[in-house]
Each structure stands twice: as C-alpha cells, then as structure tokens.
C-alpha cells in the first residue's frame, strides 16, 4: 500500500490499520530522516487508536529522534505533541506536559494550534478544566486564520468536552455537531464516529435516553467501520444502561471491557476509568463487594496519574459500596461528608448524591444539625439538569423537610421529584425503559406512603399508591410507522427459533443459537431507540371518579410500605385501610399455591393440601380482614408488581364472584371507559401442537360461525397480528413461553415461529376481549418501583379492555370445557370476568378454574 508521507497522519486517525502497513512501506524504502520521521509518527498514532500504547510510545520516541535528526523545528514540534499527548492519555502526566511545554515553546501559527490541542486533552484528563480551555480558545483563533479544517474540527471537539465538564450540554452539542461536519467533509471516518458518540453522552446527560442510544449505537457501527474497539464507548454505554434501569447489561458489557484490557493493550488512563465504570456497574447491579474492589483499583491508577477529579469519585464510590453493604457509624460519616465538601471543590456531578448519603447516614447517628445542612447541599437545583438529577434534589428536599416535621414541603418535594420523573418517563417510546427508570422515584413514593400510613389516611394511601404505580402502561408504546427492519428481524427471530425447537436439544447448532442471540438483541435494541412522545399528558388519580364508576363494585387495592401489605378498600363511596401482615407471607402462600396447580396441571398425585386449605391460606396472607368486608360484590384486585402471579379465583371470599385483576386503579378506569369496536369480528386461532386444542377451536366455531378461524398453517404471525387489529373477541389456543430472562419476548408458539410482545406491540389496537389459552399467559415480570412486563401487562394500553389468561401451566383437556364455557356466557351478554366466574362453577376440573385470571375491566 502506497501512501504519500504527508498523506500518513491524517489516515493514522481515520484508518489506523491502513496506516500502519503504509507506513512499514514507506519505511522500507529507506526515506530521509524527516519522511521515516513522519511514518513513525503515523504507526505511533495508528497504534494508540488501536489501544496498543507500548508499541504507540515506541513508535513516537524513534520519530522523535529522526524528527530531531532531520533538522526541522516544525518536524520535531509536532511529534512532541504526539507524543506528550500519548504519554499523557497513558497516565504519565507530568512527562507527558513537559513534552507539550516544550512543543508549544517550537511551534508557529497552525502547528501552534495543534500543538494547543495536544496540551489541552492532557489537562482535560488531568481536570484542570480551565487551563484547557485557555488553550482551545488560541488553538482556534490560529487554526481557523490557517484553514486546517480537520484540526479546527478536533479542537471543537474538544471544547465540547470542556463545556461538558461545566454542565454546557447547548454549547457541548453546538460544538460536537460542528466537528462531526467538518469530519464528515474531509472524511475522517474514526473522528467522525467519535463525534456522534460524544452527541450521545451529551443527549444522556439531558435524559433522553433513546437518542442517546441510537447515536451511541450509530457511533458502535463506524468504529466497528474502521476496525477499532473503543473503551470510551463501552463506558458511555455503560452509563446509558445504568439510567435505563438494565444494570445487568452495564454490569455484563463492563466485565466483557475488563476481559478485553489485557497489559499494555489499553492507555493507562482509559484503563481506570473502565474500572470506574465497572465499579458504579456492579454497585447498581447490588454486588458491593465487586465495586469496592473495582473502585479501589481505579483509586489507585487515578492518584498515580494525578487525576484527582477521578480519584475523588472513585473513594465516593467505595463509601457508597461500605453504606449499601450495611456499614454506618460516625467514621463512615465523617469520610463521606469530607468526600463530599472535594467532589463540591472539583464540580462534579456527584456531589449532590453524595451530600444526600451524608445527610442519611447523619440521620442515622442523630446529628440533626449535620443532616440537615448535608441534605439542604442535596436539595440545591441547577439548571438544564436532567429529571433524575432535579429528582435527586427534591428526594434531599423531601427528607429534610421530613427530619424537621415539615409534612406540607414533604409531599410537595415528593410531588416535583415524581413530576420529573414523569418527564423523563415520557421521553421514552419503550415499553421496558418507561417502566425500568421508574426506579429513580421509589423512594419519594414510600415517603409520602409512610407518612398517610402514620395519619392512617386512606385517601392518602391509594393516591399516592396510584402516583407512581403502572405508569409506564399509561400510554402505549410508541413505535415507528411500518418499521420494516423490526419486522424483518422478528420474522428472521421466528424463524431461527422455529428451526431450533425443531432439533433435539444436543444436536441443536451453536451458529443458531448465536443467532438467535443476535436477533433478539437486534429487536431490543432498535427498541429502546423509540422516542417518547413529551408532549402526551400526565394522567392525575381521581378517587371521586373512582367512586362513581365502582357502582356496586368494590376495588381492593393492595399497597406493600417497607415490607408490610396494606389494603385500601373501596366501596360504597367510602374508603377504608387494612393492615394485612408482611409481603413475604404472602408471597410464600403465592408460590404455595402455584406450585400446586402447576403439580395437578401435570396430573401428578393429589396427596398433599387440597385446594380449599391452600385458598384459605393464601387469602388470609394476602387479604385478611379484607374478606369479610366485601359482600356480595364484585371485586377489582389491584396487586403489587411483585404478587401480580396471584390464583385469585382459588380464594374462597372471591371464588364464586367475578373478579378483575389490573396494575392500577387508574388503569381499571381507563380500561372501563373502552368502547367495543363497531364490527364485531370475531377471530379464532389454533397454534401447532396443540390436540386438546383443536377441539376446543372446533366448540368455538360453532358458537361464532362467522368467526376469522387460523390454523393448520394459516396461523402465521402476520396473518394473525392483521385480524387481531380491532377485534372484538379473540381466543388464541396456542403454547405459551413466559422469558423471565427477557419478559417481552414471551410468546405463543405460532405456525411461523414465536409471537412475542415486541409483535404485539405493533397492534394499533388490542383485540377489545381476549382469551389466552395458553400456559403462564398472565405472567409478568415486576421491574423498576411497581412495574410489569409481559405477554398481557403489555396489550392493556392498546385497548384490550379484557384478558382471561392463566397465571400458570394449565392442563390442555381439562381447560377445553372451561374456554367453552366462557364464550357461551359471553355470548349471553356477560363481562369477561362475569362469564370466567360463571364458568369456574361449571367446569368439571377445579385446578383449569382457578388457574386463570380476568385482567382488565
């Protein structure tokens, strides 16, 4: 490969593999001192972006020395810049700015603003922002006066980055774009990619955090282009998911970067900061034991390399790791207020979180005066913050006006704290990150909930239960008109799982398998790219509207404050509070019950408690007094995420009632005030493999003679998802897969393959009533404060106003009379939950009836 010498350093930042083989050619011509100094110079750089910074600094000492050989000021000025800039990123500062002194001391007009830039990425990394800053501003002004676009365009760059380090995210991401142009024009492929990147973090920093995925992910692909791993990238992507609620991701994506830094294959500098970001990954993913040893070791590099900017936040780190591991004591606050008082000297976004940790732990030893005053440092409010750094602020708020008796700034500091979150929130058109970053406001929700508890003020209790439960199924997921790479990746998805169900397990291949994996990750992905819709309006509770709709109906709505179940009863126009016991009871009498009728659903022995002694039970655990208010209504269960997998129909109290199920109170509502479609097709699907399914389609058929049947090869996935738009009564028999690993690609085995909910989210409207006959339909995963993920949370906004679907496996024979049971009381004018009640009292097999639940209104 042949390449001109002065052609070679522009290539080292954009080819850095092409450059180096140009540049061994050049050399083995034999070139003068000032060429061989050129091409050396080139490899160092094209090794550097490679991560390689041994053989970098090797490279850039010999081109040193022929640049010192050939005579030339200019020559031997710019490789010094090179190669302090190198030592600098490899964590040898002060060598590294003694070559730069020296550099600047050589240079003249646009060499003197390369030269500038060089001095200032050694100062960013050092965080004497300042200093940096000074430099950009001259390296600009003699850069623009020469016309060197390229490097105008890496001083920009950089300038962004200093904007940054102050909270200019406007000016950051004028100056990111402006580069990403000039690169764009003259072609540097690999600054370019940096550019988007960079634009990426800027759109994290402001919350929106689908953009910054999809720049971060456009930014993956050029790099890739060019055949560099960057650790930048993994540590901005890191931070992404941290935001979005998906910690094992960041802590899986941190491991696999550690696992990639082997000796001197990484700079320095960039080698501890990955170790930063491993530590804050494991922290948030509740593994303190790693993070502490991750932040110890990233400590040390940094204080090595004189970063104090980076030192600081790592011991924050390590005393955040001691706290959430259970340590307290006054040792423990002094560190932390003193950590604290530095990250407030060096501007860091941190200080805030870290003012808020002393103010508890100060609460904790008693030190009204100390906590106080830490939690008014936490409580300050910037501007252009994101939501969760201003929701951070009203949490200080929030707890210092609780420390000093303030109920009315309490609850208003929870209120703004969560109506920041709810912007952020909408910022989102997935699903998953809506109801994953619910976790930001968790805590500002218990606090108002403990403190109606202690007025034992019912109304307080369910509205601000109803604040912040099931808000990310308020809206329904937003989704790009007729995206057609989601389509395709889901069809190919159907595929790839279709031919590897249809292999034995141990002859499956592990090139499908790795496909598999792919796809799946290609369809999240693109997923949580959605934008949001910001200007969609915040629903607010209204309990007088509540009481008007329940009639005759009375809604319990079960409240877990600090591990204790509290019910709050609705009924008669009145609202009542019940203390019922502990969240873990009820769980344990949950699992109880479900093993059971997953242990009957499989026809294995009925020795063991009968259904009615593990009904009485589990409705003592999770009800309580509860039961004996209700009379003869009818019931809305509105449950915590976490007992959402409830066999409700096996608790006498509710067993012979109709009984619907929903996330909230204001779902319910919403669901209520559905209309049914004007047409009232009815659509009938059969899925393969399914004998006992068969004869319950056919029942069905003959009660909706002009029903939409698909089967026997016609149930395909856009077949089905085509009828299913709009309907008014659909019964899908199919097997379903409940993915706690990943709960939206739970499924129902079709003809084609898998219909997850990724496919049912492209629906514009839910089928007005649906029926699963499926195994663990009802399933969903509790995620984020008091969220659901799964097959039938995820139809509820977009319009079905009812779903009967079973909560575990169910027996294929025994539910046939209980479906068709069902439909004939549907068709005599029944609610879905009137009809499943109806049919449990006719259906010669108990366990079928009690294993399914009617979601919805």
Same mark, same amino acid.
């Given at each position: ?9 522009? =290539? ?20 003068? +001192? ?21 053989? +970098? ?6 081109? =040193? ?122 072609? *540097? ?6 550019? %988007? ?50 910690? +094992? ?68 780190? *390590? ?47 008693? %030190? ?15 501007? !252009? ?70 007025? !034992?003020?019912?109304? /307080? ?34 595929? @790839? ?10 002859? %499956? ?15 999240? !992905? ?5 934008? $949001? ?53 009820? +769980? ?26 593990? $009904? ?14 209700? &009379?003869?209504?009818? @019931? ?34 919403? #669901? ?16 393969? /493999? ?22 026997? /090869? ?11 738009? &709009? ?12 993915? #706690? ?48 993920? /799964? ?35 549907? *068709? ?12 449990? $009292? ?13 979601? $919805?209104?």
């Amino acid at each position: 490969m042949t390449v001109a010498p002065e052609d070679l350093l522009p =290539l080292a930042l954009s080819r850095p593999h092409d450059a180096i083989t140009a540049a061994r050619s050049l050399l083995a011509t034999e070139p003068a +001192a000032a060429a061989a100094s050129i091409a050396h110079q080139a490899s160092g750089i094209g090794f550097r972006q490679l991560g390689e910074v041994d053989s +970098a600094i090797r490279e850039l000492r010999q081109a =040193l020395r022929l640049a010192e050989e050939s005579g030339l000021p200019e020559r031997e000025a710019d490789v010094l810049a090179t190669l302090g800039a190198t030592l600098g990123r490899a964590g040898r500062s002060r060598e590294g700015l003694a070559r730069l002194d020296r550099a600047v001391e050589l240079s003249r007009g646009a060499l003197a603003g390369r030269v500038l830039l060089r001095r200032a990425d050694v100062l960013l990394v050092l965080g004497r922002h300042q200093e940096a800053l000074d430099d950009l501003r001259l390296a600009i002004s003699r850069l623009r006066r020469s016309g060197d676009q390229v490097w105008e365009a890496r001083t920009l760059n950089y300038r962004g980055f200093i904007h940054l380090a102050r909270g200019g995210t406007r000016q950051a991401d004028a100056d990111f774009e402006q580069a990403g142009q000039l690169y764009a024009a003259a072609g *540097q492929e690999f600054e370019y990619a940096e550019t %988007r990147q960079n634009r990426g973090w800027v759109a994290f920093l402001r919350g929106d955090l689908p953009t910054a995925l999809q720049l971060l992910e456009e930014a993956a692909q050029k790099y890739e282009g060019v055949g560099v791993v960057w650790p930048d990238l993994t540590i901005d992507r890191c931070a992404v998911l941290m935001a979005a609620g998906l910690t +094992a991701e960041a802590l899986t994506e941190a491991d696999e970067a550690i696992g990639r830094m082997e000796p001197g294959g990484v700079p320095a500098t960039k080698r501890a900061e990955v170790l930063f970001t491993a530590a804050t990954a494991a922290l948030a993913a509740g593994d303190q034991a790693t993070a502490q040893e991750r932040a110890e070791r990233a400590r040390r590099l940094f204080s090595a390399q004189r970063r104090p900017w980076w030192s600081v936040r790592a011991s924050m780190l *390590q005393l955040e790791a001691q706290y959430r591991s259970g340590e307290r004591g006054p040792g423990l606050l002094r560190q932390v207020v003193r950590t604290a008082g530095r990250l407030d000297e060096l501007s860091t976004a941190e200080a805030s979180a870290a003012h808020l940790l002393a103010g508890r732990l100060a609460l904790s030893e008693g %030190r009204a005066r100390t906590a106080d005053r830490q939690l008014e440092l936490a409580g300050r409010l910037s501007k !252009d913050v994101p939501p969760p750094v201003r929701s951070a602020a009203w949490l200080g708020r929030a707890l210092r006006a609780e420390a000093r008796g303030e109920t009315r700034r309490m609850l208003t500091a929870c209120g703004r704290g969560l109506d920041a979150l709810d912007e952020y929130r909408m910022m989102m058109g997935a699903t998953e990150l809506r109801a994953r970053t619910t976790g930001h406001g968790a805590e500002l929700a218990e606090l108002a909930l403990r403190e109606a508890l202690g007025r !034992d003020d019912a109304r /307080g209790l369910l509205t601000w239960a109803e604040r912040w439960r099931a808000t990310a199924l308020t809206v329904p997921p937003v989704r790009p008109p007729g995206d057609e790479q989601l389509i395709s990746d889901l069809a190919q998805l159907r595929d @790839v799982v279709q031919r590897l169900e249809a292999t034995p397990e141990p002859s %499956r291949s592990p090139s499908l398998e790795r496909e598999r994996r792919r796809l799946e990750t290609a369809v999240r !992905d693109r997923v949580l790219r959605a934008q $949001g819709n910001v200007s969609a309006a915040v629903e607010v509770f209204d309990a007088a509207a509540l009481h008007e709709a329940l009639g005759d109906t009375a809604l319990v709505e079960l409240i877990d404050v600090g591990g204790t179940l509290h019910a709050v009863v609705a009924a008669g126009g009145e609202l009542r509070h019940f203390e019922i016991g502990t969240l873990a009871a009820a +769980a344990v009498e949950v699992e109880r019950s479900r093993f059971r009728l997953r242990w009957l659903a499989h026809g294995r022995s009925r020795s063991g408690p009968s259904l009615e002694v593990l $009904g009485a039970r589990l409705g003592a655990a999770i009800l309580g007094p509860v039961q004996e208010v209700l &009379g003869e209504r009818a @019931v809305v269960m509105v449950p915590p995420a976490s007992l959402q997998a409830v066999p409700w129909a096996l608790i006498p109290a509710l067993a012979e009632r109709p009984v619907n199920v929903v996330p909230s109170a204001a779902m319910w509502l919403r #669901a209520r005030q559905l209309q049914p479609p004007a047409d009232r097709r009815v659509v009938l699907v059969l899925g393969p /493999g399914l004998t006992a399914g068969r004869a319950e389609i056919n029942r069905l058929t003959e009660l909706y003679p002009k029903a939409v049947v698909l089967r026997d /090869g016609d149930a395909t996935a856009e077949r089905v998802l085509h009828e299913l738009d &709009g309907a008014w009564i659909a019964h899908i028999a199919a097997h379903g897969t409940f993915r #706690a690993d990943s709960p939206l690609f739970s499924s129902l085995r079709l003809d084609d393959g898998p219909l997850t909910v990724y496919d049912f989210e492209r629906l514009r409207r839910a089928p007005y009533r649906l029926v699963l006959s499926s195994c663990d339909s009802g399933l969903a995963k509790p995620v984020g404060a008091d969220e659901l993920l /799964g097959l039938s949370s995820s139809l509820v906004p977009l319009g079905a106003a009812g779903i009967l679907a079973s909560v575990v496996p169910v027996n294929d024979l025994a539910t046939v009379p209980l479906m068709a049971a069902v439909h004939d009381h549907l *068709q005599a004018g029944r609610s879905l939950a009137e009809a499943f009640a109806l049919a449990r $009292g006719t259906a010669p097999e108990d366990a079928a009836g009690r294993s399914f639940v009617a979601l $919805g209104a």
